[in-house]
């Protein structure tokens, strides 16, 4: 029973994550909205994932990114805030540090 509870709270946090990577979330409302404490969410994260929160969340983001960039002309400021990222300065960063390269690098590849 434990893992079948575990199982479908692992479908929702990515079925969440994968529906509203475009607007901005947190930890904490997310764990709000599926029902269960920060925690929970934070170690689900963490064994299942290998990783945090805010990287999977960047992970979503810079992977969707990255379709945009290959696939539209749309500028990359553009891309940034159809991402969720509410920052360009961040989102360069975070592309950067994920991918080795910048967008605009990325895009001109």
Known sequence: KGSV???DLIYRTVSYV????KHSI?????ARNLGVSKYVLSRI???TFHKNFNQY???SRLG???QRLENTDDSITEIAYRTG??????FIRTFKKYKGITPGKYKRR
Do not use: R
């Not at 947190?26 to 997310?30: A, F, G």
């Not at 990222?85 to 961040?90: K, P």
């Open 45 to 47: 994260f963490s064994k």
């Open 18 to 21: 994968s529906g509203n990577f």
């Open 26 to 30: 947190t930890l904490e409302s997310m």
């Open 85 to 90: 990222f509410n920052d360009l300065s961040y």
């Open 57 to 59: 969340l960047n992970d």
């Open 5 to 7: 509870g575990s199982t």
């Open 64 to 66: 969707y990114a990255c």
